[in-house]
């Protein structure tokens, strides 16, 4: 069973119930440190850390979010939360991930994002035919070059949510 439910998360906002409670998990632990930050705030994460990050962005504002792979988190309501927050949201061109829970239950992208194509080339929020058709020519190459041998990943749509893909394009 997939649970794809909003809770209530502040001022009217909702979000995802499992990001939600996997935050609470670790919140405890983790404010000391948020709290006793001398420098510069920044909170990052990939996938599960990244809506955490999110999440906890909402509750305390960094300096800066960078999240990689990550699900949409919340409502509507939960991304006007964050309205200042500067946050960089990197998608790594078929994430499956970036795609998550469904945007017609009531989920939104906090955040333009940041693309990375089928090549590895970085651009900021560009025009989603222009994603359409990427994603169909990565998915494409994909079926003919790795998803047929045996250790790949069958399907370029979860291949392209690993870490190294991300790190692998800035760096």
Not at 71 to 86: I, Q, S, T, Y
Not at 105 to 123: F, K
Request: hydrophobic share 45%.
């Amino acid at each position: 069973v997939i649970d794809v439910r909003l809770v209530p998360w502040g001022k009217g906002a909702r979000v995802h119930s499992g990001f939600a409670d996997a935050l609470a998990e670790v919140l405890t632990d983790l404010e000391p440190a948020v709290q006793g930050a001398p420098n510069r705030l920044v909170f990052t994460g990939h996938s599960l850390g990244a809506a955490m990050a999110t999440l906890l962005a909402s509750l305390r504002k960094p300096d800066a979010l960078y999240t990689f792979g990550s699900p949409m988190v919340g409502d509507a309501a939960f991304v006007a939360m964050l309205g200042d927050v500067e946050h960089h949201r990197y998608v790594d061109c078929c994430d499956v991930v970036t795609r998550v829970p469904p945007a017609q239950l009531g989920y939104q992208h906090h955040a333009t994002p940041i693309y990375i194509d089928r090549h590895g080339e970085i651009s900021v929020n560009p025009q989603e035919d222009v994603i359409a058709k990427d994603r169909m020519a990565a998915a494409c190459d994909y079926v003919t070059k790795y998803s047929w041998r045996i250790g790949d990943v069958a399907v370029r749509e979860l291949a392209d949510h690993a870490p190294i893909n991300y790190v692998s394009a800035l760096t």
